[in-house]
């Protein structure tokens, strides 16, 4: 069950001639609300902003935006302890054709959706990747921003539907390791930490940002470097974010295993004295 509002209005359908219909035009942030309040507001709406520029749409302001969240959580079924909020952002209708000149008043969507945490379990004994066949192609315009277009992810998370991993990682054209379908990848080697680099592809996630500005906030700093499959033998131990389940620690992605290290778990307690109550 989900609910969706346009304008305080409950909606149930977009026009055909949508461009985020037709073309994949638009924006999106998932926000987690969590008693009540969504979480890590200011840097969905910064990486919001960062992809009208690029898009060339002009954004509504963060203030329409947060009352467009909470007349939708009021309004909803759903109930807004514990559940997510979407909001689109789509260049709207227009003549039919790829090209168009900047768009001053988008369409905007809420939609509110049901949540519960993940099971316990899975943040005690870590969770399992796939190793996904699907690459993510480089140099996109669009690299680190959550546009409506998300092909290669659907394509790349349908290859493991029914195979029973949690996420699966992801690789670009040149064989780098990016992230997972749906987050982020941390590596931990001698108690460093390292990312990948979102320069070229992939979604920077915002709580991979917030995970980086809580660790240098303790005097940890967080290398962004290449790591290839090879390399992931060398890993003392891995964990992927994400802003709904926070941090999540990986047990094993091929013939590879790790444990549930003391490095993730600090990881962890940091986060969750920031915020992120799933990591408790």
Known sequence: MADWFADGVPVEQVAIGDRGFQYGDGLFETIAIRDGEPRLWQYHMDRLERGCKTLGIVMPTATGLREGVNHALQQSRVLAAYSVV?????????????????????TVLHGVFPASPPPLESYRDGIDLALCETRLALGSATA?????????????????????????????????????????????????????????????????????????????????????????????????????????????????QWPVGETTRRVMSILAKNGVIECR
Request: net charge neutral; charged share 20%; hydrophobic share 35%.
């Open 86 to 106: 979407k909001i689109v952002l789509s260049a709207g209708s227009g003549v039919r054709g790829y090209g168009r000149v900047p768009v001053a008043s988008p």
């Open 144 to 256: 680190g921003l959550k546009t409506m277009n998300r092909l290669e992810q659907v394509l790349a998370r349908s290859e493991f539907v029914d195979t029973g991993e949690f996420e699966g990682l992801t690789m670009d054209t040149d064989g780098n390791i990016i992230c997972g379908t749906m987050s982020n990848v941390f590596f931990v080697n001698d108690n460093s930490i390292a990312t990948p680099s979102l320069q070229r592809c992939g979604v920077e996630g915002v709580m991979r940002r917030h995970i980086i500005a809580c660790l240098k906030k303790q005097g940890i700093e967080t290398r962004f470097q290449t790591l290839r499959l090879a390399d992931l033998g060398d890993c003392d131990e891995v964990f992927v974010s994400n802003s709904q389940f926070g941090v999540m620690p990986v047990r094993s992605c091929t013939n590879n």
